[in-house]
């Protein structure tokens, strides 16, 4: 990683005094990115492995419309250790060059993207097919319950995180309520996993989610999250990505339905005719037929 400590801090909007709150010296994080950097090549073989083994050629069988991959770089690594040790230092207090494998559990992340919302069920139960989930396996502390010996299981439980009021039933029957998380800005399910020896990271999200998560990060996350007029920007944006998950779903269903049970919306026109004036033919009036005013506005009546 070639870059100081204050120009680290610069690049990645942290203050001196939140880098002195994390109480970790700038040489270990360095030996850390190190490290890391000697072990991108496997990661990258691990990802591509599980890829390969689990998703590709099978986007159908797991409920999936694409996905995509990522391994975290050196700088993001350090940005994250640094950031994770500010927010809650006494979980990761023990974190070092030696175990920062076993804290960090996104080194290696998947994404997959998901048509309609109701498909994360599909995906749900393909992926416990393959891989474990078993409360007593799950790591609760970074170094006594990491196992060399099992693979291919949970290591968290799975975690939903939606907006308050959207539509959470299809988590019910499948996540334990504990593990079901209102948010104001943020939508995804995620997974981790042990695969190979690593934590491998998997969020599960809808194209409508995705693409405003992809812009919210770009222009939002994390280096701007106190400029309130882009965070009120993003929730407006990500009530309507919501919406548009919600109308998806909808019209999905109404594609199930008989057309001839559906009535087309020009069927509640009136059929147009061309106008027809009424015409009277009025006969002429004698003068001697009229005697009174009576007479006149009865003659007018009757015609």
């Known amino acids: 990683m070639q870059m ?27 030996a850390i990115a190190q490290d890391y950097e000697g072990r991108l090549e496997q990661l990258y073989r691990i990802r591509d492995l599980f890829v390969r083994e689990y998703i590709e050629n099978r986007e159908e069988e ?11 770089t ?7 250790i640094i950031r994770r040790r500010i927010e809650n230092y006494l979980k990761y207090r023990d974190l070092n060059r030696e175990n920062y494998m076993r804290f960090v559990t996104d080194l290696i992340g998947f994404r997959g993207i998901l048509l309609y919302r109701e498909n994360w069920v599909i995906f749900h139960k393909y992926l416990t097919a393959h891989f474990e989930n078993r409360q007593e396996w799950y790591v609760n502390d970074a170094l006594k319950d990491f196992s060399d010996e099992r693979d291919c299981y949970m290591a968290e439980a799975p975690k939903v995180h939606m907006r308050p009021g959207d ?31 690593v934590y491998l990271e998997v969020q599960v999200r809808t194209l409508f989610e995705e693409g405003w998560g992809e812009i919210d990060h770009h222009i939002l996350y994390p280096y701007k999250k106190q400029d309130p007029m882009l965070t009120e920007f993003s929730e407006l944006l990500n ?19 008989p057309g001839d049970a ?3 919306k020009r069927s509640v026109v009136e059929v147009r005719r061309e106008y027809v004036p009424r015409r009277k033919v009025v006969s002429r009036i004698e003068p001697e037929q009229i005697a009174t005013v009576e007479d006149a506005i009865q003659l007018v009546i009757s015609r």
């Open 167 to 197: 539509f959470g039933d299809i988590y019910a029957d499948w996540i334990s309520s504990d593990h079901i998380y209102d948010q104001k800005y943020y939508r995804s399910v995620h997974y981790i996993l042990k695969y190979r020896g």
């Open 239 to 257: 009530r309507l990505a919501g919406m548009g998950d919600e109308m998806a779903s909808f019209y999905r269903r109404l594609s199930q339905v």
């Open 62 to 72: 797991a409920g999936l419309h694409s996905y995509r991959t990522r391994v975290k």
């Open 74 to 80: 050196p700088e993001h690594l350090v940005e994250k």
């Open 262 to 264: 559906f009535p087309d």
């Open 4 to 30: 100081d400590c204050a120009e680290f801090l610069k690049k990645y909007a942290i203050t001196q005094a939140q880098f002195e709150e994390a109480a970790i010296s700038w040489e270990e994080l360095c």
